[in-house]
């Protein structure tokens, strides 16, 4: 017998999105659900229509077949940015496209005789065909959203059947889930089954305004078809029951504007009082609906977590309950290293408890409709939610954008996501999709979101690049990525701006990364008309990968990583790994989380950019302190001082925070007298969690704002009496340097250099393999100075170094003469290697965390400690790591406290590691790395900022190194 759903070739026919699949709904089914969830009998077929017959082996459901080690099955991840892996034009797939045929017995309940019952499939890619004891059922697209199937008819209360789910890797509908992210193929959340009572809320709307006024539009269906006489709705909020709409009351049959087949009731309340959701206060109320016979009885509820607020574009504000809030997005996939799309309600709620804790306040939910638990969670936690429908067609963007065939698919997904999602408090606004052109496809699913739900704004970034502020196109945000600041800011003052500009991807976090992040927030937060952006992305998607067979590891992995570093024997796989022909390599990790969700330097500095409370200026009554939140005071926080002295350690005082209103600020008398000894001094504001909040038990860092109370003033080292060595090569001979004070104008490339194209140039210079060439040795008194040449293949930089004894050590004043070819290197400074044993360093200067010139406003002015080997960022591609800003002196030293101390003329950039720059420039991952056994410490007169060059701007002109003459003095002494 031939199958009907291999018969019509769904894969390969974009105008079919689905066949005897049930309309979506807001109506949550998932508690009181029968889960499917677990091991399923699995085969691997080559194609959709190859026959199954083969050997079964097992899977785990939910979850990509990709990532699993599956007897007989060799379909690993590939990882792709734009190009579709075959060459097969929209709508065709390849010949070899892998399909995987999921099995199991389903024993329905005896108790579910007369009811509906339905199967519930979370999520498959990308093409869905269910049978049940052989028979077809039906067929679903839209890999990022649940399909529900009606099985009444079709499986025996007290009975068992077979239940098959075929799962097709490659489709019509992989054209247009062409996002940016690993390719895997399964059933990625789970499976249920459920039964309602025949007589059941189809659907439920809740609109829970700002003012209090609540109003719940329910369906009502019959399995039946025509509704019983009498059936009515109820509802209470918090214990507050509902009045009925009296206007609109189509639960009485003899409305004339209901049919017997659709049921409508509405639901009315007026909340006094009402605590307003906003992400700052996430306030949510309960909300049951039932629906009743006429009799009373109940057949069925329905539960929400109902936030009362509006959103509301005026003129070019986004206004969150009438304020023009700022947006500190960031882009977030389903993503997990161990399971590949499969997440679990932990692994949600850590993500999302992560970006609170780090200041973040809005998710885009890129580029599809996330898992339903992270909905809710960020309605719970505060979150504002661009909720994105699952198309990009990236590769094929424009043959697309306009085919009729995939106008279906296209209203299909916005609507089935507006329709899941519409009650979410969390979510603002609906984004059509990601990197798909723009064409008559969009503008008909943009159609449907504006008549079902005129309640939210819309965007479209493919839509809102032909015009910011184009009234015609679909998009009511400006919503650019990448886009240079300087326009943002020139567009914002033009007179012209007509949308809210909000970056839907910006600063972009591939490796070490995020340079102007404080640049670009300085100007929002001074520019009426900018309101913010999501940064590319959270996650960087590394896979835990063995490296003895190249598999994934799979769930099981858990014990196997820790703190960003994969166990020996593992590693972070990225594009490539998993022998792949066509690859995007490392383009896969630009996050700012590792894929253990280890922060990356960046978070913190992130943290401080949207820190609640600020300090500015000091004067002699006080400090001036500022509420930067939108809706609440400073109540729910806790402060500590902390006086950071240069000539000191640091000290600490109890803080009492100013009541004050949003916007407000307060001048609070200095908490310390200062010492009378002339040296630098920062007052901090330690500001954490006042209470345990439900993303933070009390005591947790919020932010750590910071002043500067008083200016080094510089002074003389005291003239010393030691000699200095120089050897025949003019290097300093020092007992405690296995390799002498040396020039560098090199960085191990980060990924923006190389992708920006610098790293290209500065090897074309050969400032990697620069040659030295001694010059002239001249001793005058104790002192010595030495001329050196430091050739590249293109131009010659004339370097000299002065070593003059001081008490305790040896003073170095060097200078370094870029020719005006060298117009934008990495950095001008000193590298020099210690002996092995000096693991501790202590520095005063900005940390504790990693920070450049372009990305150090996290970084206080303190006095830090860590051992050398915590200094480095494990980037999943070795790079330039561990860099500390604005160093002003510091020690390295051994446990019997013997090792060197080194002081700056002026604040710094240092790095100490155990490697090389072309120790890291040598290697792909970061298991690859041998450390070496002394430190290689980088001083540098000027460090070129990290900009974002790998997928947008590069660093601002003031951070860049230029020609010309650098001059930096340090003083080298042993401990
Ligand atoms: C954007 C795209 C993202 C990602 C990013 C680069 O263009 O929307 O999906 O590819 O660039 O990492
Ligand atoms: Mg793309």
């Not at 010059?775 to 005058?780: F, H």
Request: some cysteine.
């Amino acid at each position: 017998m031939t199958d009907p759903l291999l018969t019509l070739r769904p894969w390969e026919a974009p105008e079919v999105t689905s066949w005897g699949r049930l309309p979506m709904n807001a109506v949550d089914r998932r508690s009181g659900a029968n889960s499917l969830d677990g091991d399923w009998r699995f085969q691997l077929l080559s194609a959709p229509d190859a026959p199954v017959g083969g050997p079964w082996s097992t899977a785990s459901v939910p979850g990509v077949w990709t990532m699993q080690t599956i007897e007989g099955t060799a379909d690993l991840p590939q990882y792709l940015n734009v190009r579709m892996p075959y060459t097969e034009f929209p709508p065709l797939s390849p010949a070899d496209n892998p399909t995987g045929v999921y099995e199991r017995e389903i024993d329905v309940p005896a108790e579910w005789a007369g009811r509906r019952i339905v199967l519930q499939v979370g999520a498959a890619e990308s093409v869905l065909l269910v049978h049940v004891d052989g028979r077809p059922v039906g067929i679903s697209k839209d890999s990022h959203l649940a399909a529900e199937f009606d099985l009444s008819g079709v499986v025996r209360p007290g009975g068992r059947s077979v239940l098959r789910l075929t799962v097709v890797k490659w489709s019509d509908a992989s054209h247009i889930e062409d996002q940016d992210q690993w390719w895997h193929a399964g059933i990625t959340r789970s499976v249920l089954l459920y039964a309602t009572d025949p007589l059941r809320l189809a659907d439920v709307t809740v609109r829970a305004a700002r003012d209090g006024e609540l109003r719940v539009d329910c369906q009502v269906r019959d399995s039946g078809g025509a509704l019983p006489a009498g059936w009515y709705v109820s509802g209470e909020l918090d214990g507050l029951p509902l009045g009925q709409d009296t206007e609109f009351d189509l639960a009485n049959a003899e409305d004339e504007r209901v049919s017997a087949f659709l049921g409508e009731a509405r639901l009315r309340a007026r909340v006094p009082e009402v605590r307003t959701w906003t992400a700052e206060t996430p306030e949510l109320y309960d909300l049951t609906v039932r629906l009743h016979r006429a009799d009373g009885t109940v057949t069925d509820t329905s539960r929400h977590r109902v936030g009362f607020r509006d959103v509301r574009i005026v003129g070019r504000d986004l206004l969150v309950n009438g304020e023009r809030v700022f947006i500190r997005g960031v882009n977030r996939h389903d993503f997990h290293p161990l399971t590949g799309r499969t997440v679990s309600y932990d692994d949600m709620r850590a993500d999302l408890v992560l970006l609170k804790r780090f200041g973040f306040n809005a998710v885009r939910t890129a580029h599809y409709p996330n898992d339903p638990t992270l909905y809710d969670l960020a309605d719970e936690i505060g979150f504002y939610v661009v909720d994105e429908a699952d198309i990009e067609s990236h590769d094929h963007a424009h043959e697309i954008a306009d085919d009729p065939r995939y106008l279906n698919a296209f209203v299909d997904r916005v609507s089935r996501m507006v329709l899941r999602d519409k009650n979410h408090p969390s979510v603002i606004i609906w984004s059509l999709g990601n990197e798909s052109d723009y064409g008559a496809n969009h503008d008909a699913a943009a159609g449907w979101v504006r008549r079902h739900d005129p309640s939210r704004p819309l965007q479209y970034e493919g839509a809102a690049k032909r015009g910011w502020a184009d009234p015609e196109v679909a998009s009511d945000i400006a919503c650019p990525m990448y886009a240079p600041l300087e326009d943002c800011v020139a567009h914002a003052l033009s007179g012209q701006q007509t949308k809210p500009l909000i970056q839907c991807e910006y600063s972009h976090a591939m490796g070490n990364s995020n340079g102007t992040l404080a640049d670009h927030w300085a100007a929002i937060e001074a520019t009426p008309g900018l309101q913010g952006g999501f940064i590319w992305e959270f996650w960087d998607h590394g896979i835990l990968q063995r490296v003895n067979d190249g598999r994934p590891v799979g769930r099981g992995g858990a014990g196997l990583y820790d703190n960003a570093v994969a166990a020996p024997g593992y590693r972070w796989a990225y594009g490539g790994d998993f022998g792949e022909k066509d690859h995007d390599g490392a383009f896969i990790a630009d996050g700012v989380v590792f894929p253990d969700r280890t922060p990356k330097p960046v978070m913190y500095e992130h943290r401080e950019l949207s820190a609640p409370v600020r300090l500015h200026g000091v004067r002699p009554e006080g400090v001036t302190v500022s509420n930067h939140q939108h809706f609440r005071g400073l109540e729910w926080l806790a402060g500590e001082w902390e006086l950071s002295l240069a000539h000191g350690g640091t000290l600490t005082a109890s803080a009492e925070l100013p009541d004050l209103r949003p916007g407000g600020t307060a001048v609070v008398p200095l908490p310390f007298a200062l010492p009378d000894d002339g040296g630098e001094a920062w007052l901090t504001l330690r500001v954490t969690t006042a209470q345990d909040l439900p993303w933070a038990p009390r005591g947790t860092r919020v932010c750590t704002p910071q002043v500067r109370l008083r200016a080094p003033v510089p002074v003389e080292d005291p003239v010393g009496t030691g000699r200095v060595e120089i050897d025949a090569d003019g290097l300093l001979v020092h007992p405690l340097l296995t390799s002498a004070p040396a020039l560098s104008l090199w960085r191990a490339p980060t990924d923006n250099d190389e992708l920006g194209g610098m790293a290209l140039r500065w090897r074309t210079w050969g400032l990697d393999s620069l040659v030295r060439r001694l010059v002239s040795v001249r001793q005058e008194g104790d002192g010595v100075t030495v001329l050196a040449e430091y050739a590249g293949t293109t131009g010659v930089v004339r370097h000299r170094q002065v070593f003059t004894p001081v008490e305790g050590g040896i003073r170095i004043d060097e200078q370094a003469e870029l020719p005006a070819e060298f117009d934008d290197v990495a950095r001008v400074g000193s590298v020099f290697e210690t002996v092995a044993g000096l693991d501790g360093l202590d520095w005063f200067g900005q940390g504790p965390w990693e920070s450049y010139p372009d990305r150090s406003a996290g970084a206080p002015v303190g006095h830090h400690h860590c051992q050398v080997d915590e200094l480095f960022t494990p980037y999943l591609r070795p790079q330039e790591s561990g860099g500390r800003h604005g160093v002003r002196r510091f020690t390295l030293s051994a446990p019997d406290a013997t090792g060197i101390a080194v002081t700056l003329d002026e604040p710094r950039q240092v790095s100490v590691t155990r490697y090389r720059a072309e120790d890291l420039t040598a290697v792909t991952h970061h298991d690859e790395l041998v450390p070496r056994a002394g430190c290689v410490v980088h001083l540098d007169a000027a460090h070129r900022g990290l900009g974002t060059a790998s997928c947008g701007p590069d660093t601002f002109p003031s951070y860049l190194v230029a020609p010309g003459v650098h001059r930096w003095s340090w003083t080298l002494r042993a401990l």
